[in-house]
């Protein structure tokens, strides 16, 4: 287990740097606010702030008189440890069972199709019995040309059905695998730097940054130590750390170190906003940011502040509150807001402050140092870094699909042109950092570039977002990225839009796609055709948006077929978006 006391780290304050050039206010407030009647805690049982696990053989354990009511998958856990098949190395016995072995098997069964999430491993029963995805983590996006390869050579072994995907979290998953390969495939994962460990089902998910951070001439802080620290912490170095293994749900956490919040603070569990108090440098904090398919929450304001030093110890302290406390019955109602709800914001501050190593928090800074005026920066092309003489290239990836050739290209020209280095984007897109300004040309006419993934990809193509859809994943109503790619390429025909426009598109209502934070987003339904039989349909959204003024979208549309999708977001961008149609725009020529 990991001491307190231990988890002080000491960083310098970093420089601000602002434009001078006047922009649009895009940051997520967080200054201290005196409590009032609606951030005042509830009248609170005392009994309901006795923390509902216990640890028991080296993992935390829901308590006997805690088990009424609980959802399936908390009985799952309570019935084998699901960190054992990792830190007991259960997973080689599995591996080598036959799935039809398994299915005969209630617990094996379980293990392949619930517990195994713990090692980032989720079985494809629905539309690829015995395959899986495997989601790594990836701290701040940044990952390495030598880890690009080995991926490229996992997922090249399973044909057609081998691919990997950039995600929302800047993460990679690979699909395909086949579980008599998982051993192998995490000691080569351990060989070049990565694991898989901790990062799906009720798990911390992976630490997001600035896909600029270190790099950008205008950064607040570079957040790539403060995401390394959080993740290694959290797996307790790629061992394991059953401290943060059975939380009751989920949990997101993102550093913000921009003034364009590249890290979209506003739907994490728990966000660093970077502000200086009393001629100190730290972070205040948003928390409970979250989706879900019954309710979507934007993070609030904690009321409090952290010097740089005490961002392990206050993760740690929120973690322990919402595992100790966060209710564990219908799972709509499991994720950390709704703890925050129950106890009030000034009554779930309380929790964690007692939690914290001197058992005290500050109130919030009024020293936010995210420039409230900035205008958020496209990263496609060529921009100049921090470092003379050096520059990034931001490149499209059509919806954040990869093959095994793609990511080997990738990886031959961060090392031709680059350091080896690449940065992967919640918005799925992938950068190539410290290029030697001289070589930017030759990079930009290499033909990867033209024919595959664009440094200067088309005006709605470049906010393209879309979650894995029914392909791979069985909870999917609809297919999405291909269909992502075919409705934009018609829109852009029939439209003309003047600025960029963010669409995103989900399978279903889990929301892996973030829709509702979308200009327009489109969330995967079954609707009716016109011969009254079920069709692939979706719920449009729109009006979503990112920074200070941070919006949910809400339903603009709701079961309309895919079919007809094309002239009705047509019409939604010259109605709400200022886009005029293409006829027009000629006969304006």
């Known amino acids: 287990m990991t001491s307190s006391s231990s988890l002080s780290l000491h960083f310098t304050a970093p420089h601000t740097l602002l434009s001078s050039k006047p922009r649009k ?12 009647e609606s ?11 006795e923390p509902r696990v216990e640890l028991r053989d080296g993992f935390f354990i829901l308590k006997e008189k805690f088990r009424k009511g609980i959802n399936p998958q908390e009985k799952v856990k309570i019935e084998s440890e699901p960190m054992k098949l990792f830190m007991e190395n259960g997973i080689e016995e599995l591996a080598n069972k036959s799935m039809e072995e398994i299915d005969s098997e209630k617990s094996s069964k379980e ?28 701290p701040n996006g940044v990952t390495t040309s030598a880890q690009t390869r080995y991926l490229a050579s996992v997922i090249r072994k399973y044909g057609e059905d081998g691919c990997a995907d950039v995600t929302t979290r800047q993460n990679w998953q690979i699909r395909g695998v086949v579980l008599p390969d998982v051993p192998e495939i995490l000691k080569g994962l351990a060989s070049v730097g990565l694991t898989s460990l901790q990062s ?12 600029i951070a270190g790099i950008d001439p205008d950064e607040i802080v570079d957040t790539r130590a403060y995401t390394n620290l959080l993740s290694q912490f959290i797996t307790a170095n790629s061992r394991g750390n059953p401290d943060f293994t059975n939380l009751p749900r989920k949990w997101n956490v993102c550093v913000v170190g921009t003034h364009d919040l590249y890290e979209h603070p506003h739907i994490n569990d728990l966000a660093y906003m970077p502000a200086n108090k009393d001629g100190r440098f730290g972070f205040n904090l948003l928390v409970g940011g979250f989706f879900s398919p019954k309710r979507c929450e934007e993070a609030i304001p904690l009321d409090a502040w952290v010097p740089a030093e005490d961002v392990l110890p206050l993760c ?19 994720r950390m807001m709704w703890l925050i709800d129950e106890l009030g914001v000034e009554g779930f501050r309380a929790e964690v402050e007692k939690r914290m190593p001197n058992g005290k928090l500050e109130r919030a800074s009024s020293e936010d140092l995210v420039n409230k005026q900035w205008e958020r920066r496209d990263y496609f092309g060529v921009h100049p870094q921090k470092q003379e003489g050096l520059s990034y290239i931001g490149l499209h990836v059509p919806v954040g699909r990869l093959q095994a050739d793609d990511m080997d290209e990738l990886a031959r020209l961060a090392d031709t042109y680059g350091t080896g280095e690449l940065r992967l984007t919640v918005e799925q897109n992938i950068i190539i950092p410290n290029v030697e300004t001289s070589k930017t040309q030759a990079l930009l006419q290499e033909p990867f570039l033209k024919n595959r993934f664009s440094p200067e990809p088309s005006i709605l193509m470049k906010g393209l977002v879309a979650c894995t859809g029914n392909q791979f994943c069985g909870q999917a109503i609809i297919e999405t990225k291909l269909r992502a790619l075919k409705v934009t390429e018609e829109v852009e025909r029939l439209v003309a839009v003047p600025k960029p426009i963010r669409m995103h598109w989900t399978g279903c209502p889990n929301t892996c796609g973030q829709v509702q934070v979308a200009d327009i987003g489109f969330m995967g339904c079954l609707t009716r055709g016109e011969n009254g039989k079920p069709v692939e349909g979706a719920d449009v959204y729109v009006g979503g948006r990112i920074g ?25 961008l010259i109605k709400e978006f200022g886009a005029v149609p293409r006829e027009r725009e000629e006969n304006e020529d």
């Open 25 to 36: 206010s895009v940051i997520v407030a967080a200054q201290a606010a005196p409590p009032s």
């Open 200 to 211: 799906g089902m009720d798990n911390v998910r992976n630490p997001v940054g600035s896909p």
């Open 39 to 49: 951030t005042a805690s509830p009248a609170v049982d005392t009994e309901r702030l």
């Open 111 to 138: 293990d392949v199709d619930v517990r195994l999430k713990w090692l980032g491993l989720f079985h494809r029963r629905k539309h690829q019995y015995g395959k899986f995805m495997m989601r790594l983590k990836l």
């Open 548 to 572: 200070s003024d941070s919006h949910i979208g809400e339903i603009y549309k709701k079961g309309v077929r895919v079919t007809e999708l094309v002239p009705l977001v047509a019409e939604i």
């Open 316 to 334: 740690k302290a929120v973690l322990e509150a919402y595992r100790d406390l966060g209710t564990r019955g219908n799972r709509q109602k499991t």
